[in-house]
């Protein structure tokens, strides 16, 4: 049902029929008090067909859910598993938390507004909701960059590595939310804007005014934001995988002149869950970057004019931006003996068979390894 209580779909198809007569365009249905917030650009653009709101709507919905429930269940069990309680797995904590924040804000106003086919909560929340997603997605790519940092410190460096403390970690974390509620608070204050998108359903930065006080945010902000913990994240695996390389190279050619099939003792298969964990760490970091590459391209080709954006293209981006919020703890439930262990005990019928007890176990697929002491006989 649109605002003006017309059947959309029944009324999109009139208008297709009558070939959108009368200059009909998708900013028809914004409400009057969020006009001056609309750019110009969008005038160009015919109506949306009424299916893509309710299909967006409807993967938001899902998206919220998923995310809430799963962030909400990693918080809880990182938190109140006595095992999970590391400095390093505090980073894996704000990122679920982030997660968690991000849909549990973002999904209901979006949802609402899909219905209505149009924002129709006013130009503060407009502002408010730009705010949060810029917000959570800063923090969450940037606790990622740490973790990514951390896993290096552990790894690479190993033994002559600066051990991870609680205050270290929260001191990073502290400042993770600093930078993010820095950069995030500059368009409320002047330094570009956040507006409605083109679908009409969500806001987000103003990458459409060709002034340079608004393109310097986009291009300042997404160097800070993408391309800066991008490359460190890329220099941290490059050598993670390097480092483990050597270690299995050194290892086979020891059992060689051993003349034996291996020399796969605990430090070993430590040594290769690390491998295992860094593989994880990666996949995660990288469906990130593929969630979040797309506004990234938009918010360019906006400002430079390289491409033209339509209202279509710009629900797609909200759909992979938000999706991201969905994978962590998918991966963690798939992926990590620790966490499903814990996960067992907590809420059994979400877990599909049995963890082994084994020697060694992996605490998080982002933070330590470590060897559970079994009780002799």
Not at 103 to 109: E, F, I, Q, T
Not at 163 to 189: D, Q, V
Not at 354 to 364: F, G, N, Y
Request: aromatic letters at 14%; hydrophobic letters at 45%; glycine letters at 8%.
């Amino acid at each position: 049902m649109s605002v003006l209580g017309q059947p959309s779909m029944a009324a999109w198809a009139a208008q297709r029929a009558s070939g959108y007569a009368g200059n009909i365009t998708v900013v028809d249905k914004v409400l009057p008090d969020m006009l001056h917030m609309v750019d110009a650009y969008w005038y160009q653009f015919a109506p949306m067909n009424p299916l893509w709101h309710g299909i967006l709507g409807f993967i938001i919905g899902v998206l919220g859910v998923i995310s809430v429930f799963g962030n909400g269940m990693v918080i809880y069990i990182f938190a109140g598993t006595k095992t999970l309680r590391t400095p390093s797995n505090l980073l894996v904590v704000n990122l679920a938390f982030s997660d968690f924040l991000m849909m549990a804000c973002m999904s209901p106003p979006m949802v609402i507004n899909c219905y209505y086919e149009t924002w129709v909560l006013g130009p503060l929340f407009c502002e408010i909701y730009g705010m949060m997603g810029s917000l959570c997605g800063c923090g969450s790519i940037w606790t990622m960059t740490f973790i990514a940092l951390d896993r290096y410190n552990v790894i690479v460096k190993g033994l002559s590595a600066q051990p991870l403390t609680k205050k270290t970690a929260m001191l990073r974390i502290l400042l993770i939310w600093a930078m993010s509620i820095g950069w995030t608070i500059a368009p409320m204050f002047g330094w570009n804007r956040y507006v409605p998108e083109g679908n009409m359903t969500a806001c987000g930065t103003d990458y459409l005014s060709q002034n340079w006080l608004s393109r310097s945010y986009i291009i300042v902000y997404g160097t800070f934001v993408y391309f800066t913990p991008l490359l460190t994240i890329i220099y941290s695996y490059f050598f993670i995988v390097q480092a483990v390389a050597a270690h299995e190279k050194s290892m086979r050619e020891q059992a060689k002149k051993m003349n034996v099939a291996s020399l796969r003792t605990s430090e070993g298969a430590q040594t290769s869950a690390e491998c295992k964990l860094a593989k994880i760490a990666l996949m995660t970091i990288t469906l990130w970057f593929f969630a979040w590459t797309p506004y990234l391209v938009t918010n360019f080709a906006g400002i430079f004019g390289g491409a033209k954006i339509t209202p279509l293209a710009t629900i797609w981006c909200s759909v992979f931006a938000k999706a991201n919020a969905v994978y962590n703890p998918i991966v963690y439930g798939i992926s990590h003996p620790k966490y499903r262990l814990a996960l067992e005990k907590k809420f059994p019928s979400l877990v599909c068979g049995s963890e082994p007890d084994d020697t060694t176990s992996t605490v998080s697929g982002v933070t330590t390894v470590v060897a559970d002491e079994k009780p002799t006989a």
